[in-house]
């Protein structure tokens, strides 16, 4: 199928872009290197999670674009709940409370067949982390497995900016790292995600914000999940180190110095 099917670009990422595919459908398809077997492990997760009725679009079909495999998902009409944090900053703090009750929503939906636990998925990351000499590996790999495992379906990736809100309310989209999980674990994923790096800069998937609001929504998503989670304790702050050596083996444009030092900030269990 060529790009001549192709619709508008409506979202440009850092792995895939979005276009439009007919009159109420996009196809994701992923920029080259992206590894072929993503598509189908997207689609896969996304199809698993269906019948528990999560807020999500729907998986049409699998197409090649170009000969690169792709997705079809059901069209979500609305803006992400980013741009509307950025263009009413009085108004982001609220949202983000919605974005807690979201996470918490998809935490209690319950367990789903051929999602992989977060273990899996986080000891398969530290493996390809090249930055860290083998005995650091070693420990990375032995915290992963000395924290609760937990047996909650976890989205892996969930910010404002991968939450589209339709006129049915908040609609999250890329389930590509999905697993189960400690509910913990997603919380420290998505608190790193709001973060604003130590240069100061706004980080890549949350572009374009006034000052400020990044770091009140940070503030308003943790005052409203983590009482619900366990509060702001140490094995919080484990997975954030956890999280911090993935963000290496993914090479999503963080300052590497900065996730070795988040790291290295605590002693190694093991």
């Not at 670009?9 to 290197?33: C, H, M, N």
């Not at 509060?231 to 993935?246: N, T, Y």
Request: aromatic letters at 4%; a negative charge; hydrophobic letters at 45%.
């Amino acid at each position: 199928m060529a790009n001549s099917t192709l619709g508008d670009l409506l979202a440009a990422g850092r792995t895939s872009d979005v276009y439009e595919f007919g009159p109420a459908a996009v196809v994701k398809v992923p920029r080259p290197g992206v590894p072929g077997h993503w598509a189908a492990a997207e689609a896969a997760f996304s199809n698993a999670i269906e019948p528990l009725g999560l807020p999500a679009p729907r998986v049409r079909s699998l197409v090649e674009i170009d000969g690169c495999p792709s997705i079809v998902f059901d069209r979500v009409d609305g803006p992400s709940m980013w741009e509307l944090m950025c263009a009413d900053p009085a108004g982001a703090p609220e949202l983000a409370v919605l974005l807690a009750a979201t996470q918490r929503r998809i935490h209690s939906a319950g367990l789903v067949a051929g999602v992989p636990s977060l273990a899996q998925r986080t000891t398969a990351k530290i493996a390809e982390v090249l930055d860290l000499a083998d005995d650091e590996r070693a420990a990375a790999t032995r915290l992963v497995e000395a924290l609760p495992s937990g047996a909650a379906l976890l989205h892996g990736d969930l910010h404002p900016g991968n939450v589209l809100m339709s006129g049915d309310g908040p609609m999250v989209i890329d389930w590509f790292d999905a697993a189960i999980g400690h509910p913990i674990a997603d919380v420290a994923r998505s608190s790193f995600l709001l973060r604003r790096p130590a240069g100061g800069c706004v980080p890549d998937h949350l572009t374009g914000a006034p000052s400020g609001v990044l770091e009140s929504v940070r503030e308003a998503y943790l005052d409203a999940v983590m009482p619900v989670v366990g509060g702001r304790d140490s094995m919080a702050a484990d997975w954030e180190r956890v999280v911090a050596v993935s963000r290496l083996a993914e090479g999503a444009g963080d300052d590497r110095e900065e996730l070795l030092a988040i790291w290295r900030s605590g002693s190694p269990r093991g």
